[in-house]
C-alpha cells in the first residue's frame, strides 16, 4: 500500500528505494477501559532527501506513529513494519535499534526544554550524543565537534555557549541545539515532531529556514510532525493527512492544496484563518475530531462529513486515487461517469 | 448597562477605553541582584464602541500584561486606563467591582482558568451572584447564556473536564458575558485549539460581537486569526507599540520594519504562494526587557538600523494624510526592503520594492 508521489502519478513503482518504510503500522495502547487503538495501519514510503508532512490535529496518531517506530512507547503494543534500509525497527532488539535510534534516524521535539538535561552543560550534551555512538571518538575530538556543530545550527559564540545551561537559552537557541544534537552522528532521516510549536513565529522562520539548509547539505530525508498548514505548504514536498489513526489523504503538497481529496482536508484548508485575506469564517468542519476511544462504524470522518453518504458507515475506506492525491474517501475517488 | 448604550457617534463621543501612557514594570531579583523588567512602556491606545482593537506580538512584548492592566488584574506602574471617560486606575475595591461589570476578560485556557469542580450552572452563576443578581435573574440569564454560546440545558450539570477544549472555551466565554459587559478582552482565546475548533470560537466571537455590540480587546500572536476580526491592530515589540492602524493598513502596507519582519514569518497555507515569498528572517535574539536597547527597542535586529536610532527614541508618528490615523514609531519607515508580502485584496503576491 505505498503511496509515495510517483506512484500517484503515474500508478507504477517508484524506482527509487525509500529510506523509510512503514508498512501497515498499528499502534494500540492498553487501558483500563479497554484496548486504545491510537495508530490503525499507517503506511509510508520516505525517500532520501525528501521533505514529507505528517499533519493532523490532536490525537490523530501522528506523533505516535514516529514514536512507535523509534521504540519509545511503553505500554503499547506496535505491529507492522518500519524499515531503514531494510531492516525493520519494530521488534527490533534494543542493542540494534540504539546503533540505528539517534544515530542515523534522529528525532527532534516540541519542547526543547524538556529534551535536554538541565543540569549539563550544552557542550557534554552534544559530546554525550557522539560519544555513545561512536566509541571511538575522543574527547577532545568530540568537544570540538560540538563547538562546529553549534556553528552550524547557527548559534553565536559556540565556544562559550558549549559551557550554557539549556536554562540560560532562549526558545530559539534550545531548538537550535536540539537541532544539532539531532544532526550530530550525521543521520539521514530527522523526525521532527512539531519544531516549532513552542516557538514564536519569527523564531520560527529561522528554525525552518535551518532545517531547510540542513536537509539539502546533509541530504536529509526530513519527516515533519505538524499541526499547522502554513509551515507544510512551504517546507514539504509531500503530505499525509491523519485523522483517527488513519493516513486519511496523501499526495504531493501542491495537488494537495489544490484539489483536496479527503473532505477532512478540503475542509481543513477551508476553516483555516489565511494572514493574506479576510474571509468570512466558516465553521467547515463541524463536532469533534474522532477519539481512538469512539471511533464510529465505516470511515471515521463520516459523522462530521458534508459529503457523508448511508454507505460511509458500511466499511472503513481504502486509499484510492483522487487527481495526483490518494483520499481514503468511497465518495470523493470515484471515477466520473 | 446594555449594548444598545454604548453604542454612539465614535468621532465625538469618549471613546469607551482609554488607555494613556501605560507603564508595568515588575521587580524580581537576577542573580541576586534587584532588576526592574520593563513589561509594558508607555503604551497608549482606545477602543470606541463596537470595534475590536488587535494587540498583537511575540512572547515578551507586553500584549498579555496590558490587557491585564485595563483590568487591573494587575496594577499598573504609571498611566491612565479610563473606561467611558472615567479613570478606573483610582477606583477603589467596591467601585473597582462595579466597574468591572463593564469590562471582562477570556482567558487562553479554559482548562485553567474555570474552576475543576463547578458545574457549569455554578461557574456562570458565580459572577451574577458576585454582582448582587437575585435568585430567578441567576436562573434564567443562566439559561440565556447558554444559548448564546451555543451550548445545550444538559450541559449545565457537567463539569469542565467533561468537555471538549472547544466547549470549555464557550464556557469561559459565557462566564465572562454573564454580567453583560460592554468590552472584552480576550486573551489569546484560540491559541489553544484545533485548528478545526479554533473557526468555531472565532465564528461565535464575530456572532457575539454583532448581537450585542460588544467591543474587543483581542491580544493574539497569530496575526491569520487576527486579520479575520480585528478592526484596529497594535503591533507591540519589547513592551512598546510599534505600529498601530487599521487592520487593512497594517496588512496592506505595513511600515515599520519589525511588523514587515512578523508578517513576512508567517506561513500561509498554499505552496503556489509560499514558493514565491521571500522572509525577512530577523537576526539574533529579543532583546532582555530588564535592559532593554536605548533609543528605538528593535534596532539591536533591525536592517535599516543607524546611528540615531541608538539615541533617539522614536515617537509614534501618524502618515501624512491617514485617516483613521495610521502611526510607526520608526525613524526610518517604509517599504524598500525585499520582502515579498501579501496583497490581502488581492490575494496574490506584491513586491514592494
Known amino acids: ?337 | 448597562m446594555s449594548a444598545a448604550e454604548a453604542t454612539a457617534d465614535p468621532t465625538t463621543a469618549v471613546p469607551l477605553l482609554q488607555v494613556r501612557n501605560l507603564v508595568k514594570e515588575f521587580r524580581v531579583r537576577e542573580l541576586g541582584r534587584a532588576a526592574v523588567v520593563h513589561a509594558v512602556s508607555d503604551v497608549s491606545f482606545e477602543v470606541q464602541a463596537g470595534e475590536t482593537m488587535a494587540l498583537v506580538g511575540e512572547s515578551g512584548c507586553g500584549k498579555s500584561t496590558t490587557g491585564r492592566c485595563i483590568l487591573r488584574l494587575i496594577e499598573p506602574t504609571s498611566g491612565e486606563v479610563e473606561f467611558r471617560g472615567v479613570s478606573v486606575l483610582s477606583l477603589g475595591a467596591r467601585e473597582l467591582r462595579k466597574a468591572r461589570r463593564n469590562m471582562q476578560i477570556v482567558f487562553q485556557d479554559p482548562q485553567a482558568s474555570l474552576h475543576p469542580r463547578l458545574t457549569v450552572r455554578q461557574l456562570l452563576s458565580e459572577p451574577l451572584e458576585v454582582h448582587g443578581e437575585p435568585p430567578g435573574v441567576v436562573r434564567s440569564r443562566v439559561d440565556e447564556l447558554l444559548g448564546l454560546v451555543q451550548l445545550r440545558p444538559e450541559h449545565l450539570d457537567r463539569y469542565p473536564h467533561e468537555f471538549s477544549g472547544g466547549q470549555r472555551q464557550r464556557v469561559g466565554i459565557a462566564r465572562a458575558l454573564a454580567i453583560s459587559p460592554a468590552l472584552l478582552v480576550l486573551d489569546e482565546p484560540v491559541s489553544a485549539l484545533d485548528v478545526s475548533i479554533q473557526a468555531e470560537i472565532m465564528r461565535l466571537l464575530i456572532d457575539l460581537r454583532e448581537r450585542l455590540g460588544l467591543s474587543y480587546v483581542f491580544i493574539a500572536h497569530d496575526l491569520a486569526v487576527v486579520r479575520q476580526l480585528a478592526d484596529r491592530v497594535s503591533v507591540m515589540y519589547l513592551g512598546k507599540i510599534v505600529e498601530t492602524g487599521p487592520a487593512d493598513q497594517i496588512y496592506r502596507n505595513p511600515q515599520h520594519p519589525y511588523t514587515r519582519a512578523l508578517l513576512s514569518a508567517i506561513p500561509i497555507p498554499d505552496p503556489v504562494v509560499e514558493k514565491q515569498r521571500k522572509r525577512i528572517v530577523l537576526s539574533g535574539e529579543l532583546p532582555s526587557p530588564i535592559d532593554p536597547p536605548s533609543g528605538c527597542r528593535f534596532r539591536t535586529r533591525c536592517w535599516r538600523a543607524e546611528e540615531r536610532c541608538a539615541i533617539e527614541e522614536p515617537a509614534l508618528i501618524p502618515r501624512d494624510g491617514s485617516s483613521p490615523t495610521h502611526a510607526i514609531a520608526c525613524h526610518f519607515p517604509g517599504d524598500d526592503d525585499q520582502a515579498v508580502l501579501i496583497d490581502p485584496v488581492s490575494a496574490e503576491t506584491v513586491t514592494h520594492s
Open chain 1, 1 to 337: 500500500m505505498s503511496w509515495s508521489a510517483t506512484d500517484a502519478a503515474t500508478g507504477g513503482p517508484d524506482p527509487r528505494t525509500p529510506i523509510l518504510a512503514i508498512d501497515d503500522l498499528r499502534v494500540t495502547f492498553a487501558s483500563s477501559s479497554g484496548p486504545v487503538p491510537a495508530v490503525r495501519g499507517v503506511s509510508l514510503d520516505v525517500y532520501p532527501g525528501e521533505a514529507v508532512a505528517i499533519v493532523g490535529e490532536s490525537g490523530s496518531g501522528k506523533s505516535v506513529t514516529m514514536l512507535a517506530l523509534l521504540g519509545l512507547l511503553r505500554n503499547a503494543t506496535v505491529t507492522g513494519a518500519a524499515r531503514y534500509r531494510g531492516t525493520n525497527l519494530i521488534g527490533l532488539d534494543p542493542a540494534t535499534l540504539r546503533t540505528i535510534r539517534g544515530a542515523k534516524v534522529a528525532m527532534i521535539f516540541q519542547d526543547p526544554m524538556t529534551s535536554l538535561n538541565p543540569v549539563l552543560t550544552i557542550g557534554r550534551q552534544l559530546s554525550l550524543v557522539m560519544r555513545s555512538h561512536q566509541p571511538g571518538l575522543s574527547k577532545r575530538d568530540a568537544a570540538n565537534r560540538a563547538v562546529s556543530l553549534l556553528d552550524q545550527v547557527a548559534i553565536s559564540q559556540p565556544k562559550r555557549r558549549c559551557d550554557s545551561y539549556p536554562h540560560e537559552l532562549s526558545g530559539g537557541m534550545r531548538q537550535r541545539v536540539m537541532i544539532a544534537m539531532a544532526i550530530a552522528n550525521n543521520p539521514d532521516v530527522l523526525i521532527a515532531d512539531e519544531p516549532t510549536t513552542a516557538l514564536d513565529v519569527t523564531v520560527q522562520a529561522q528554525i525552518m529556514e535551518l532545517l531547510g539548509e540542513l536537509r539539502i547539505e546533509h541530504n536529509l530525508a526530513l519527516i515533519l510532525i505538524t499541526h499547522d498548514l502554513g509551515v507544510v505548504a512551504g517546507a514539504a514536498d509531500r503530505v499525509a493527512v491523519m485523522y483517527a489513526g488513519r493516513v486519511a489523504e496523501t499526495g504531493p503538497v501542491g495537488p494537495l492544496f489544490a484539489d483536496p481529496g479527503h473532505p477532512y482536508t478540503r475542509g481543513l484548508l477551508e476553516c483555516l484563518p489565511r494572514l493574506d485575506e479576510r474571509h468570512d469564517i466558516q465553521v467547515a468542519i463541524p463536532g469533534v475530531p474522532a477519539t481512538p476511544q469512539s471511533l464510529p462504524p465505516g470511515c471515521p470522518f463520516s459523522p462530521r462529513c458534508s459529503f457523508v453518504e448511508p454507505r460511509c458507515s458500511e466499511a472503513e475506506p481504502m486509499l484510492a486515487a483522487h487527481g495526483e492525491t490518494m483520499a481514503a474517501c468511497v465518495v470523493r475517488t470515484e471515477v466520473p461517469a
